[in-house]
């Protein structure tokens, strides 16, 4: 599909407002329209056809890479994508685009740190149900929410989109359970969220969620970014105190790749100031060994 400067959309915006603000903390997710532009949007499609290639038909031997059963066939059908802002360039300036990172900032506060970043799939034909869920690391909220920040690539819609439960962010986990516990994906109560390439949204980890299987010939991918506080994270996890600088690195060394990269053209660039002890002793132009660090190695009470 392609984008056109008529439809709603949210480029060219400073900041979401304070009424955006206040939907997502009363649902738990907030859709922002056509926020990528046209030429951000292909680069990050071709980047992200370059990871998928080889993996579509073969199982590859890749912990990045993750699998499950097609509802159809059984066979191993490809759903996820993990650390792509180390796997390609498009990825890393999409981190530093102003707009997302002024609006999680005024949800959450300056200390912000990226955490996760992955790409999710559902294949044509044989997409992978995603059965209803919080998502991981619910156990280290602190005083602001955690959220996904999630940029579609595609469209998604009724055969391939997200459902949640508005407010389910805020549900005693016997709501939730009665929920999970039920037979197959069924809607009754929940929101879809329909969603056009290039459109972005945010969901609290909290908010109850998931998706059916996808039997259509449709391709959905949606590229996650997830943020949390560097002072939830010193305090209580899930990574050591140890993440924090490299991921606060991995962004400044993003926000600069941002700056130069064509689409960039005249936007307002963010700037990345948390406070005392957060702010960040950095180099401009230092360059980065990787910017893939594994969870697991960073991990709290290892």
Known sequence: MALTDERLHDRGRLCI?????????DNGFLVLKNVLSAEELKQMR???DSL???ATHHVLDDPDYFYSPGHKTGRKVLNRIEYVIDKTEPAKALLGHPFILRSVEKIM???LIPTWDSMVLKMPGEGIVVPWHR?????QQGDTPIFNVDFYLDDADLDTCLWAYPGSQRW???DIDAIVRREGFATEGATPIPMEAGDVLFHNILVLHGSPPNSSDKLRRVVYY?????HTENEIGPHAPSYI???????????EKRAACEYAGEEEAFVYQPPAPWNVNWTPGEELATYRYPHAQYWRNQ
């Open 17 to 25: 407002s304070d009424e955006e603000k206040q939907a997502f903390l």
């Open 226 to 230: 997830e943020f949390r506080t560097a």
């Open 52 to 54: 998928m290639a080889p």
């Open 46 to 48: 071709q980047a992200m």
């Open 109 to 111: 506060g300056p200390d």
């Open 245 to 255: 600088p490299l991921k606060q690195k991995v962004l400044m060394r993003c926000l």
């Open 135 to 139: 998502d991981a690391g619910v156990e």
């Open 172 to 174: 005693p986990q016997e």
